[in-house]
T-cell receptor, first 117, second 109 residues
Framework: SAVISQKPSRDICQRGTSLTIQCQVD?????MFWYRQQPGQSLTLIAT?????????ESGFVIDKFPISRPNLTFSTLTVSNMSPEDSSIYLC??????????????FGPGTRLTVL | GQNIDQPTEMTATEGAIVQINCTYQ??????LFWYQQHAGEAPTFLSY??LDGLEEKGRFSSFLSRSKGYSYLLLKELQMKDSASYLC??????????WGAGTKLIIKP
């Protein structure tokens, strides 16, 4: 398994500003993912954070809005840029590891609860 | 397109048994996960199926039928702490997870 921490755990931000969320893992991992979970809904994958190269974004998400850094195998950041109230959500970092039952079990960080006013 | 269907909400009684179904239509299949998510917390792993059949783990069991595109999570001897959302996720052809909307399970005394 992996221990994943995220900072900040929550924040309230003004419209038009940007927030950078940090994700730290206690071991080196190849696959890191960023998800968004809006209230009462399931997880939506934003992008896969690739170490040493640009992130791979899912349909509907773009680098200008959600720039991602992955400087090494234990750390990644997600920035939510030029925020609007529609960006209010929980943002989750996860890592893919070979778990007990499978080779690509995902472990999740505690999440960052973002409210945009 | 890719689609995963789960009931939105289910209610069960403490001590009883409940079955949460998940049907999927995806381009490629490399396994299916069930995760549990308590309100305000991150999802945690429950089970993984890649072959047809039943996998039992304590009070929880998970079943898969690949030919039917169907899985279920069976929870026995329900406890109040089992009140949570249960998320079904399929590993697609590119090995990324495709998530269902989740089933909110309410346990009543």
């Amino acid at each position: 398994s992996a221990v994943i921490s995220q900072k900040p755990s929550r924040d309230i931000c003004q419209r038009g500003t940007s927030l950078t969320i940090q994700c730290q893992v206690d071991s080196q991992v190849t696959m890191m993912f960023w998800y968004r979970q809006q209230p009462g809904q399931s997880l939506t994958l934003i992008a896969t954070a690739n170490q040493g190269s640009e992130a791979t974004y899912e349909s509907g998400f773009v680098i200008d809005k959600f720039p991602i850094s992955r400087p090494n195998l234990t750390f990644s950041t997600l920035t939510v840029s030029n925020m609007s109230p529609e960006d209010s959500s929980i943002y989750l970092c996860s890592v893919g590891l070979a778990g007990v039952s499978s080779y690509n079990e995902q472990f999740f960080g505690p999440g960052t609860r973002l409210t945009v006013l | 397109g890719q689609n995963i269907d789960q009931p939105t909400e289910m209610t069960a009684t403490e001590g009883a048994i409940v079955q949460i179904n998940c049907t999927y239509q995806t381009s490629g299949f490399n396994g299916l996960f069930w995760y549990q998510q308590h309100a305000g917390e991150a999802p945690t792993f429950l089970s993984y199926n890649v072959l047809d059949g039943l996998e039992e783990k304590g009070r929880f069991s998970s079943f898969l039928s690949r030919s039917k595109g169907y899985s279920y999570l069976l929870l026995k001897e329900l406890q109040m702490k089992d009140s949570a959302s249960y998320l079904c996720a399929v590993v697609g052809s590119n090995y990324q997870l495709i998530w269902g909307a989740g089933t909110k399970l309410i346990i009543k005394p």
